[in-house]
């Protein structure tokens, strides 16, 4: 794995506000209930809105998707793949600070990680997909 | 301590969204640096607000204090009360499920509990002025 | 209370080093078997050392009252009178982010915090002294 | 596998501060940023030192890896090697005590185990380089 870019100041709430309306705006297009959050370059939770109708796990798994991205510096399907690919990937199933499981994105600003976004809810592609248009506002 | 009122269903997120819009607007209008969040009535994170420079700590406070609320379907004062009275009230301290700090309270619908609403940031009565805020939107 | 300063950059390697090496030459000059450690602004641990024969209880402790100063952005003094003094001040006991423990300070760089140090293994009052004697390098 | 060595009294400040001096000089002349952490023979951390620009996560799985190495007086690969191999070995998957990845190693001093070093920041082979320059100072 190539180096990540550093952390540097952590998403406002102003800057989470605007990925928040992208990702729930397309959660809702497709009337799928899910859990947003948004945690900042430090880790903490800054913005986490739940749809009507969200499982209760969604809740927390969307927390640690996003902590799993911004504590590792990486998209989560990274180890998504690597758990899939078994082997030497499995080894990641022991470590109780990541959760392997598509839809966790850091977010950028200048170049360096100013926070998270993770998303629960549905089947994990469709999950990404509304961290991608979330993060997409927050490029690297 | 009278009956308090039975549980319903969950704040919804657009009610969650009406809620924290009026609690941030008071937090803001007086440049305090807060935490917010909204749980359902089930006691499940449906929203949460930090706002920009507060203190790590009270991402996590604001939580518990809505938990409180909602766990007991009562005001987190009254167990700040409790503890300041000392005596039998000091066994609150004992309880792993409970915040004795004010700033948490319950939010109805239709006389029944839908969640609740904790705030961190501040001196408590500063919490708890912006918690009640929101909370006037949904009264008991 | 009034309003803390704002968290900035986390305290770099080289700077923990530096107060590291003030507050342990302080416990050695002493003699004083203790924990000390030092956490970035984002409360993460950036160096620990214990000094030999120190109880192990001290090496958790020290971690907890970085914790409770960098997470707080306050002295962790400041919780230990609250409780010192009774009534209200006891509702501190129940929140269990926060150890009301003389010994951790805030590190500042430029007016911000940058992180905080935490010492134990004597009396609270000996671990401050050791705490502020590597705090000194990085004033308010 | 064989009997390991018995544990021996718990590592010296002085001893992990050469330890460490070793290990870090090695991520250094690499440019790796990473965390790494010493724990004596009774598993209570005795050093940690974490690199500018470190991932989070780091902090936590290199003190994880070195639990690893002495909680069960043996390199942290072998359970690695475990899990990869499948079959009976991702039982080990199971245990909350144990992380299977490589870059945590035991130390040694007269034949007893004094403690261990765990190294995490970059790919778990280049982990175990910089765990095995520290160890080398205090071979079995």
């Known amino acids: 794995m190539s180096r990540p870019p550093s ?5 406002t709430l102003d800057e989470a506000a605007r990925v928040m309306a992208a990702a729930q705006a397309e959660a809702r297009r497709n009337d799928w209930p899910m859990a947003i959050a948004i945690v900042g370059s430090g880790g903490h939770l800054v913005m986490l809105h739940a749809l009507d109708d969200v499982q209760h796990a969604s809740i927390t ?17 990274l180890f998504e793949d690597a758990v899939r690919d078994g082997g030497l990937g499995l080894r990641l199933l022991g470590m109780d600070n990541l959760l392997p499981l598509d839809g966790g994105l850091p977010l950028y600003r200048d170049g360096k ?28």
Chains 1, 2, 3, 4 share one sequence.
Do not use: C, E, H, W
């Open 7 to 11: 952390y540097g100041a952590p998403i």
């Open 61 to 77: 798994v969307a927390q640690a998707k996003a902590a799993t991205a911004v504590n590792f510096r990486r998209p989560s399907k």
């Open 113 to 140: 990680v100013a926070g998270a976004i993770g998303v629960s809810g549905m089947q994990s592609t469709q999950d990404a997909q509304v961290a991608a248009t979330g993060a997409t506002l927050m490029p690297v």
